[in-house]
């Protein structure tokens, strides 16, 4: 079983940053890769960014890719994403999510097993 809890969203101006982190219970951290989702109001949940159970490959949204960054930290049991040059279409309630995704399957929310209660980040233009 994991545990993970979001922080670090917020109300930021288009064209700001904000740093994201997923901190994990449990010591079976460095088992999973790690993913972050988004959903906005009345849209489906869709895939942000993935980082593997290394830390060596990393996985990005088209519509994030060269703005967001994800990395982990094994000893601290946290994920990170570092989001910049945010855009008011960024706004939405972000989700962490720990899993083991098949090969090609790293933006599938079915392949992730646990999930975090999400934060809010609302970018203003």
Known sequence: QVQLV????GLVQAGG?????CAASG????????GWFRQAPGKEREFVAAVSRSGGIRYYADSVKGRFTI????????????MNSLKPEDTAAYY???GVPGLGRWASRSEYYYWGQGTQVTVSS
């Open 6 to 9: 979001e922080s670090g969203g």
């Open 71 to 82: 990395s982990r930290d094994d000893a601290k049991n946290t994920v990170y994403l570092q």
């Open 17 to 21: 940053s904000l740093r994201l982190s």
């Open 27 to 34: 010591s079976t951290f460095s088992s999973y890769a790690m």
């Open 96 to 98: 962490c999510a720990a």
